[in-house]
């Protein structure tokens, strides 16, 4: 059994966007947003009847859409988000970009051979720890993820190893896998919350098998040296007062001390300990922190500050050998 019901009927009681109602009917009865956009009414199953009805009050709330329906595209990919998780923001996939555009001029001759020895070990590593329990190097490397072309990423075949630190959903280093099929990555983050969602995801991409996960408090429960690390850390002050549907993100995942700087200083004096010698760092970082992070003692080398899309100093490159940076 069916009720026909109007969708201006539902736009009125709720005072919510068209747009965000589509979607939300749209995942809920398993149609497409483009199915539903020109329609003026929606046949809504009465065994679902209370729920769409409940996550219309949702949205009313204030509650993003995504964590009602606990979807979030970053990167062209969508994740797996919810209550435990810090939804992707479009200003990070800055660091994807930086990620990419930075690799492109590099190649495998840069690496010192003491590099080279320590990916094998990681492998070896992340893959005692997958669940799939492969012991063929081939199977571990080939998985998952969009197929790049060798113009948008022209050594998608480096052999990576990647830290997510402070994964959340993961969309980060999952977005670099699904790029580089030779690569593998390290999952940190606090909540055990956050790392099986972004367990998730990983299988989900198809990428399960050159993951890890760690449960850890930053670097406490983490070893080994890595090529690439990014981070995008709690850095609101705990001062500051949240819109809406931020409040819905986890505040460990959102506040960083009074003045935002906490993470940040506990993150960077250990930074250079876990970067292989020709390693680079990539940091997101608040609106006016960049001069801030720079400041801490870290014992690296800054490459660049990159800004977002509306000019707001958004990532920190850093490197441990000299020569690399600026």
Request: proline share 4%; net charge negative.
């Amino acid at each position: 059994m069916t009720d026909t019901v109007a969708i201006a009927s539902l736009l009125k009681e709720y005072a919510v966007r068209r747009r965000d109602a589509i979607t939300l009917l749209a995942h809920r009865l398993g149609h497409s947003h483009h199915e539903l956009f020109f329609r003026t009414h929606v046949d809504i199953p009465k065994s679902i009847r209370s729920f769409v009805h409940d996550e219309m009050r949702r949205l009313a709330s204030g509650e993003p859409i995504s964590k009602i329906i606990q979807r979030k595209e970053f990167y062209g990919i969508e994740f797996k988000t919810n209550e435990h998780t810090l939804d992707p923001r479009p200003e990070t996939e800055l660091i994807v970009d930086l990620v990419t555009r930075l690799l492109l001029k590099s190649t495998q001759s840069e690496l010192l051979p003491g590099d080279t020895e320590h990916r094998s070990t990681v492998y070896s590593d992340v893959h005692e720890h997958s669940s799939t329990g492969s012991t063929q190097q081939e199977s571990r490397y080939g998985g998952g993820g969009r197929k790049t072309s060798d113009e948008h990423c022209s050594n998608f075949d480096e052999c990576l190893t990647i830290l997510d630190l402070g994964c959340g959903t993961g969309c980060i280093g999952l977005s670099l896998l699904t790029m580089y099929p030779n690569a593998v990555c390290s999952f940190v983050d606090i909540d055990a919350g956050a790392l099986a969602v972004a367990a998730e995801n990983a299988c989900n991409l198809g990428v399960g098998t050159r993951c890890e996960f760690i449960l850890s408090d930053w670097f406490t429960n983490v070893s080994g040296t890595f090529d690439i690390i990014v981070c995008n850390p709690p850095y609101v002050s705990t001062n500051f007062e949240l819109d809406t549907a931020t409040s819905f993100d986890p505040s460990v995942a959102l506040f960083a001390g009074e003045d935002g700087m906490d993470a940040y200083a506990a993150i960077l004096p250990k930074m250079k300990d876990f970067l292989n010698y020709n390693g680079k760092a990539f940091i997101e970082v608040g609106f006016d922190q960049s001069e801030k992070v720079i400041n801490i003692e870290h014992g690296l080398h800054v490459m660049n500050i990159s800004n977002d899309l509306s000019g707001i100093p958004r990532v920190i490159t850093m490197c441990l050998c000299p020569s690399l940076a600026l």
